[in-house]
Nanobody
Framework: QVQLVESGGGLVQAGGSLRLSCAAS????????MGWFRQAPGKKREFVAA????????SSADSVKGRFTISRDNAKNTVYLQMNSLKPEDTAIYYC????????????????WGQGTQVTVSS
C-alpha cells in the first residue's frame, strides 16, 4: 500500500520560511518523479514543483521560481519543499504526489497523492 505523508506546514508571517517534507512508503521511491501541488480556497489545484528520479532535474511554477526549492533524498524516501520569502498568496493546502512518468507539471501523470498539509501565510 502506497503512502505519502506530508509534514511541516503551519502558520508563518509574510517573508518567512517553511520546509515541507513528504515521506513515501510502499513504492520504489527512486523510480518516481516527485511533485508538489497546492490548492488555495476556491481555486483549482496547481503545480508547484517537481524533481526527477535522481534529483538532477527540477521544474517549478513561475509563481514560486527563486523562492521555493524542491529536493529529494532517495536514501530516506523523502521529498522536500523549501519555501522562502513566503507571501499571503502562497496560502494553500500543499500536496505531495508521485509519478511513474516524467510529466512534471501534469496532474494526470501522478498516480499517488498525499493527504496534504496546510500552509497559511499572514500579512
Amino acid at each position: 500500500q502506497v503512502q505519502l505523508v506530508e509534514s511541516g506546514g503551519g502558520l508563518v508571517q509574510a517573508g518567512g520560511s517553511l520546509r515541507l517534507s513528504c515521506a513515501a512508503s510502499g513504492l520504489t521511491f527512486r523510480r518516481y518523479t516527485m511533485g508538489w501541488f497546492r490548492q488555495a480556497p476556491g481555486k483549482k489545484r496547481e503545480f508547484v514543483a517537481a524533481v526527477s528520479w535522481t534529483g538532477g532535474r527540477t521544474s517549478s511554477a513561475d509563481s514560486v521560481k527563486g523562492r521555493f526549492t524542491i529536493s529529494r533524498d532517495n536514501a530516506k524516501n523523502t521529498v522536500y519543499l523549501q519555501m522562502n520569502s513566503l507571501k499571503p498568496e502562497d496560502t494553500a493546502i500543499y500536496y505531495c504526489a508521485a509519478s511513474p512518468g516524467s510529466g512534471y507539471g501534469a496532474e494526470y501523470e501522478y498516480a499517488y497523492w498525499g493527504q496534504g498539509t496546510q500552509v497559511t501565510v499572514s500579512s
